[in-house]
């Protein structure tokens, strides 16, 4: 995914917040991911939201930079993607062959990876694929494939569970990726993060539940 994917929704954020819309730089590993991106802001403390495994990489640069972030928001993201024992992620072989049909044929993945992200809303696919294919500059195959890698190894609960700054996640009640009750889990880990769900969204909140996203968010930076 790319940053043109928040639309409209970054232009409303706007007209209450200064905000930074970040491309995710290509990197091997989530530490030189976090690095890079507060690189290229000034020194100003700022409150960071990460979407799907934008939110893997909010943790990491919460955990990175604790003088700087002021807030973090996990929107339809956790801090570990796929299932473990006692945690309710993405089952591991379900993952294994999403990577592997996304290898062998990535475009037709990809645009079955966006209908799965919309599932029970299929009116917002024409708008989703829109903006998707509107990136300024599309990621290399292999860089996608990192990303990929990286959201399947990265583990950041016990990251999530030491981060002092307030900590909000915004889970939707139909994500196809993101089990719900996956929201108890994290509040287990850290008792002072803020659980919103949001009803009748999905994976992409911002575009199926908008205005419920954007309270969400009122509600967090607060």
């Excluded at 796929?82 to 379900?94: H, L």
């Excluded at 300024?136 to 890698?149: F, G, R, V, W, Y």
Aim: include cysteine.
């Amino acid at each position: 995914m790319h940053s043109e994917m928040w639309g409209d929704f970054a232009t409303q954020l706007s007209q209450h917040y200064r905000v930074t819309s970040v491309d995710l730089p290509s990197r091997d590993n989530l530490n030189d991911i976090a690095d890079a991106i507060v690189a290229e802001l000034n020194d100003e403390p700022f409150y960071i939201l990460g979407w799907s495994f934008g939110g893997t990489v909010a943790l990491k640069i919460a955990e990175r930079f604790p003088n700087q972030v002021q807030g973090l928001i996990l929107m339809a993201a956790n801090p570990c993607f796929v299932a473990k024992e006692n945690w309710s992620g993405m089952p591991q072989k379900t993952f294994n062959t999403f990577a592997e049909q996304f290898h062998a044929n990535p475009a037709t993945t990809l645009q079955r990876f966006l209908n799965l992200q919309l599932q029970g809303f299929p009116t917002f696919l024409k708008d989703v694929k829109r903006r998707f294919s509107s990136a300024k500059h599309i990621p290399k195959l292999a860089d996608l494939e990192t990303s990929l890698m990286l959201l399947k190894t990265s583990d950041l609960r016990n990251v999530l569970k030491k981060l002092t700054c307030p900590i909000t996640a915004i889970l939707s009640d139909n994500d196809a990726l993101i089990p719900i009750q996956i929201g108890e889990k994290m509040q287990a880990l850290q008792p002072n993060l803020q659980l919103i769900t949001l009803k009748n969204a999905t994976h992409i909140p911002f575009i199926t539940q908008p205005e419920n996203c954007l309270d969400a968010i009122f509600d967090a930076i607060r």
